[in-house]
């Protein structure tokens, strides 16, 4: 079965920067794009950007260009973000989410990561 | 970028209601709509896409119409596991954008 599956919470210093995996499992990892979004306390979806694990281009979220990587590792099946010059903004739990071959939608979801950006 | 209003932001409903949430975008997507559902502390729960086609293994109790601009979700027969937030999602366009969600509870 699919499963995306997401490392654990971290705590950052301000200007730090946090780098969150999503190993992916039970389906072909080059076949499908891989979108991150994330959630900041009690707030609502947020869209980072995607990638493409065939290859490795990416889109960023405009207000995120700058200080976001999306990469991808074909020998591990995992896809990382990393975002830096962290700020207490960036408090959220971050999802990754695959993208649906046959409709461009979202299918399934990691289970998150909480990122806390304190001093 | 395209902005997606949902309402109402949220409501209360009884179990065995049928409830309505409606999305509207600020510019035509055809019907690239997708809901989610997310219970508190869960990750988002993918239920439609293509606006009126629901995921696999999601119940036939929730369904979904609209084109263009202006989407429903609806659940009918409101039971205690369907209590959660519903975001619309438009991927016609990036960046992709969510509505602001719709906090279903109990009454």
């Known amino acids: 079965q699919v499963q995306l599956v997401q490392s654990g919470a971290e705590v950052k210093m301000p200007g730090a920067s946090v780098k969150v995996s999503c190993k992916t499992s039970?389906?072909?990892?080059?076949?499908?794009?891989i979108h991150w979004v994330r959630q900041a306390p009690g707030q609502g979806l947020e869209w980072m950007g995607i990638?493409?694990?065939?290859?490795?281009?990416?889109s960023y979220a405009q207000k995120l260009q700058g200080r976001v990587t999306m990469t991808s590792d074909t020998s591990t099946s995992t896809v990382y973000m990393e975002l830096g010059s962290l700020t207490s903004e960036d408090t959220a739990v971050y999802y990754c989410?695959?993208?649906?071959?046959?409709?461009?939608?979202?299918?399934?979801w990691g289970q998150g990561t909480l990122v806390i950006v304190s001093s | 970028d395209i902005q997606m209003t949902q309402s109402p932001s949220s409501l209360s409903a009884s179990i065995g209601d049928r409830v309505t949430i409606t999305c509207r975008a600020s510019?035509?997507?055809?019907?690239?709509l997708a809901w989610f559902q997310q219970r508190p502390g869960k990750a988002p729960k993918s239920l439609i896409y293509?606006?009126?086609t629901l995921q696999s293994g999601v119940p036939s109790k929730f369904s979904g119409s609209g084109s263009g601009t202006d989407f429903t979700l609806t659940i009918s027969s409101l039971q205690p596991e369907d209590f959660a937030t519903y975001y619309c999602?438009?991927?016609?366009?990036?960046?992709?954008?969510f509505g602001g969600g719709t906090k279903v509870e109990i009454k």
């Open positions: 989410a695959r993208r649906q071959i046959r409709s461009g939608s979202f299918d399934y």
């Open positions: 039970g389906y072909m990892f080059t076949s499908n794009y």
């Open positions: 990638i493409n694990p065939n290859g490795g281009s990416t």
């Open positions: 510019q035509g997507i055809s019907n690239y």
């Open positions: 293509a606006a009126s």
């Open positions: 999602q438009q991927y016609h366009t990036y960046p992709l954008t």
